[in-house]
């Protein structure tokens, strides 16, 4: 008797077991197909288990890749459909020549190779010598504008002071005694670049006499646009002729200033029958001794 009742007990325990085991097996199935049917997994699910229970294989993963690894750096599980039983699927340039990233100035170097992950062992080069460095620019003088910073380039973003307004002006040198000077330019020490005036030798033959009639000009040679000043001394009915033959005085002597001179051009001074002549010419410079 006592026999038949634990037959009747195991008999029991067994189709409860089966029927557990049943249902698990029914659920487990419909709880997959909710999953697949509503949304893929993340990337980095983890198994109920944990960690050492693996990461659950998205959906969209084929079934002969293995898809989970444990990242130590991040200390994480990790997830990729591009994980192979011998090591990562690397990117399709991986070898492949490629440049760095830009440097500051967007400079990069050509000397590397793309590596398993699609990034490039180059490194980008050094910025150029004295980038961003403090500067200031000055003008010709040296004049200090406002501070900046060395760019690319290698020029200061600073500002630059205007010229001194008297700067690379006009100017003469000391005439010597017949009039005659050199033409410069003015400097930052506000002095003149020509320093001298021309030789004494430049003086002759620049003024005529001829029988007691005498026509000069001072000075005879003048900056583009200058003037300069005819004197005369003459005897009886005298007139004094432009270069265009136009009578422009008619006096026995006097002085007349002339100008602007732009070409060279003779004046002629005429008294009873005789004649003196000077030219006047525009001169950028003479040559300083």
Same mark, same amino acid.
């Given at each position: 008797?006592?026999?038949?009742?634990?037959?009747?007990?195991?008999?029991?325990?067994?189709?409860?077991?089966?029927?557990?085991?049943?249902?698990?097996?029914?659920?487990?199935?419909?709880?997959?197909?909710?999953?697949?049917?509503?949304?893929?997994?993340?990337?980095?699910?983890?198994?109920?288990?944990?960690?050492?229970?693996?990461?659950?294989?998205?959906?969209?993963?084929?079934?002969?890749?293995?898809?989970?690894?444990?990242?130590?750096?991040?200390?994480?599980?990790?997830?990729?459909?591009?994980?192979?039983?011998?090591?990562?699927?690397?990117?399709?340039?991986?070898?492949?020549?490629?440049?760095?990233?830009?440097?500051?100035?967007?400079?990069?170097?050509?000397?590397?190779?793309?590596?398993?992950?699609?990034?490039?062992?180059?490194?980008?080069?050094?910025?150029?010598?004295?980038?961003?460095?403090?500067?200031?620019?000055?003008?010709?003088?040296?004049?200090?504008?406002?501070?900046?910073?060395?760019?690319?380039?290698?020029?200061?973003?600073?500002?630059?002071?205007?010229?001194?307004?008297?700067?690379?002006?006009?100017?003469?040198?000391?005439?010597?005694?017949?009039?005659?000077?050199?033409?410069?330019?003015?400097?930052?020490? !506000?002095?003149?670049?020509?320093?001298?005036?021309?030789?004494?030798?430049?003086?002759?033959?620049?003024?005529?006499?001829?029988?007691?009639?005498?026509?000069?000009?001072?000075? =005879?040679? !003048?900056?583009?646009?200058?003037?300069?000043?005819?004197?005369?001394?003459?005897?009886?009915?005298?007139?004094?002729?432009?270069?265009?033959?136009?009578?422009?005085?008619?006096?026995?002597?006097?002085?007349?200033?002339?100008?602007?001179?732009? =070409?060279?051009?003779?004046?002629?001074?005429?008294?009873?029958?005789?004649?003196?002549?000077?030219?006047?010419?525009?001169?950028?410079?003479?040559?300083?001794?």
């Amino acid at each position: 008797m006592k026999s038949d009742s634990r037959d009747h007990m195991g008999n029991y325990v067994a189709l409860i077991f089966s029927i557990f085991i049943i249902f698990a097996v029914g659920a487990f199935s419909d709880g997959n197909a909710s999953l697949n049917n509503y949304r893929e997994l993340s990337y980095s699910s983890i198994s109920p288990s944990g960690e050492r229970g693996g990461s659950i294989v998205p959906a969209s993963c084929e079934s002969n890749v293995i898809h989970g690894w444990f990242d130590v750096a991040t200390q994480q599980m990790m997830v990729s459909c591009n994980y192979t039983v011998n090591g990562p699927v690397c990117d399709p340039s991986n070898g492949q020549a490629c440049n760095s990233t830009g440097n500051a100035c967007g400079q990069t170097q050509a000397n590397g190779t793309t590596q398993c992950d699609g990034s490039c062992s180059s490194t980008p080069p050094d910025n150029p010598s004295g980038y961003g460095n403090s500067c200031t620019n000055s003008n010709s003088c040296g004049d200090q504008g406002g501070g900046g910073n060395i760019q690319c380039n290698g020029t200061c973003s600073g500002s630059v002071p205007p010229e001194r307004d008297y700067y690379l002006k006009p100017c003469t040198s000391s005439p010597n005694s017949c009039g005659l000077r050199n033409f410069g330019t003015t400097l930052c020490d !506000t002095s003149c670049s020509a320093k001298f005036g021309p030789p004494e030798s430049a003086c002759q033959n620049l003024n005529s006499t001829t029988n007691g009639l005498t026509l000069t000009a001072n000075p =005879k040679f !003048t900056g583009p646009g200058g003037f300069t000043d005819l004197t005369w001394t003459g005897g009886g009915i005298c007139a004094l002729y432009d270069p265009n033959g136009e009578i422009i005085a008619s006096s026995t002597s006097g002085t007349l200033r002339i100008g602007p001179i732009t =070409k060279s051009g003779r004046y002629v001074l005429s008294c009873g029958g005789q004649n003196a002549t000077v030219t006047v010419a525009p001169s950028t410079s003479f040559i300083e001794f």
